[in-house]
């Protein structure tokens, strides 16, 4: 049963009653108490009679004597422990998520705050205290999707010292039927290999070379191509001051449809970019929407939309519409939507919508409900930071933000994105390397983004036969072990050092890429465990491999199998050499490849 509590504030408390804080409450704020979900688990329901007109407030300390960084959504490769000073985020539907977690060095979390899907807008503090030494908890709601007219938010206080994914996963959980059947479905093709041309060819691609990536990528696995920025505009000087009108440019895409169709005809689907937020002076729309604008964004060289106007939003819907209207696309990859998290934006005469965010989520809405109308299984493509949750109800799947030819990045953010994603796919920042590279070069860049959907970026018809090889080899393996680097339970070891090891584990196998930490516990017996040798040593310790005897295989970076042995796993470390790059496959006797 619920309680009512005094408006004063709210009790936080340990699991064993041990530890008890009374939390600060702004006035005006109705405070009541759920039931638990689970032991440790406290839920605070706040309601607010207008948090547009006087943020709801909500602060406490609680003791935390061993963490050694604070996860946070889209935190990047910052991993420090912050100062209360120092920790505050602004939260928009379209950035962030009010989430975090702190995090001990064996990976348990003493303490995970979260806010509900309800909440469009905070500022999400968790930091040190220096007066106290304990961390200080601040939130400050600012926007709140109203129920019959009500604001109301939940507070999910987790103290059960879960491992620090587990405890992701409870929120993720608690979103997910929280937003219920509103979620957007996830189509298969959504966890599928794609072709992006952006760094392969930047602003300068056309219909031409659209084809010739589709028909290579075709040959590689790759079910879509997703054809990036410059199909719009002749201007490739990598701004943005042509945009707004999304009609392709006649010199490189003379007949959009045809074009579409041909590539279809290779059997690869077509996912177009678009950034609909954005509209440059340049734009045959500029000089309707010129007063319809949040403000002028100098990198970009192009002003922001404001979804607050009808009108806006009207021209968004068929900017984004006609694609999969008049051209057959199959998907769009939707960027630059965090641009709508203006701060401060100005008083919008004329609007019929309260604050940006209201105005981002209905464009949103509009777009998706009729793209889906027009097509079941559209794609629609998000980048970090949009990893919101209340963007799952359009988005279907999340790319790891630009980190070119970056694998250690791109681990860190496709596992931080798969930690916050639910159920939504999650693809890999695009693979890209030298064509000089080594072939052990080549297999780090997968191995990087080994835990998601890859999205591949080089000349796929002009490979060395030594990185084609490669390719085909890593593409091969995550294709068969989908199910477990996908779908299993994801465990990934030290996110302050940026994840030395991860883990996936299903019922019928274990997989663990290591990174920087040579040694590998299993913490539990599985049919077959594939070590994947990311780091710079040819050698894997593991610990927990049993007394029966085993079959090793061991292949290197391109696949090809190097040894075969029958052994009986020695007491304490086994230390196993595996090549740079390489897999060693470790099965009973009687499972045999």
Known sequence: MTSALPPAGFEVRSPDGGTTRIAEVSAGVTVTELPEPAPGVQLIEFAIASPRAEPARIRWTWPVEAAVTLWEATQASRRNLPTDWGSHRDIRSVRSAPVASLVRADGLSPLTVSLSSSVRGCDFAVGVNEESAEQLVQLSVDDVEPVDGVYRF?????????????????????????????????????????????????????????????????????????????????????????????????????????????????????????????????????ERFEDRVLGYVDGLSASVLDPRYPEVREHIVECCVRPVRDWGV??????????????????????????????????????????????????????????????????????????????????????????????????????????????????????????????VSVELDSLSPEHDRVVRFWLGFLHDHAETLLHGELVPVR???????????????????????????????????????GGNEPMILLDGAGAEPVELLVSDCSGTELSRTMVTPPEGLWAIDVPVGGVARIAPVEVRA
């Open 154 to 286: 939940t507070l999910r206080i987790d103290l059960r010292g879960l491992h620090f994914a587990a405890a992701l996963r409870g929120v993720t959980d608690a979103w997910a039927a929280e937003l219920g059947d509103r979620i957007a479905p996830v189509p298969e093709l959504a966890r599928q290999t794609m072709y992006s041309t952006w760094y392969s060819d930047h602003q300068h691609v056309s219909a031409q070379s659209v084809e010739r990536h589709a028909a290579a990528g075709a040959q590689f696995g790759c079910r879509a191509v997703i054809v990036d920025d410059g199909w719009q505009t002749q201007d490739t000087a990598r701004g943005y001051a042509h945009c707004g009108d999304w009609e392709p440019t006649s010199s490189t895409f003379p007949d959009m449809a045809e074009h579409v169709r041909r590539v279809h005809a290779i059997g690869v689907d077509y996912v177009l970019w678009i950034a609909p937020p954005l509209i440059g002076r340049n734009s045959k729309a500029w």
């Open 330 to 455: 199959d998907g769009l990859k939707i960027d630059f939507i965090d641009t709508w998290a203006w701060p401060d934006p100005r008083p919008a005469p004329g609007a019929d919508c309260e604050t940006v965010d209201e105005g981002v989520e209905l464009v949103l809405a509009a777009v998706t409900a009729e793209l889906r109308r027009l097509r079941s299984d559209l794609l629609i493509e998000f980048r970090q930071d949009y990893v919101n949750p209340r963007l799952w109800k359009f988005g279907t799947f999340l790319r790891a933000g630009d980190c070119a030819m970056d694998p250690v990045e791109n681990r860190v953010r496709t596992v931080d994105a798969r930690l916050l994603a639910g159920d939504r796919a999650v693809h890999s920042d695009m693979l890209m390397w030298h064509p000089a590279a080594a072939p052990e070069a080549v297999a780090e860049q997968f191995i990087g983004a080994l835990f998601s959907t890859a999205q």
């Open 495 to 533: 996110p302050d050092a940026r994840y030395t090891q991860v883990a996936a584990i299903s019922r019928t196998e274990t997989i663990v890429a290591v990174y920087s930490n040579p040694i590998v516990r299993l913490a539990a017996s599985a049919e077959v465990v594939l070590l994947i040798n």
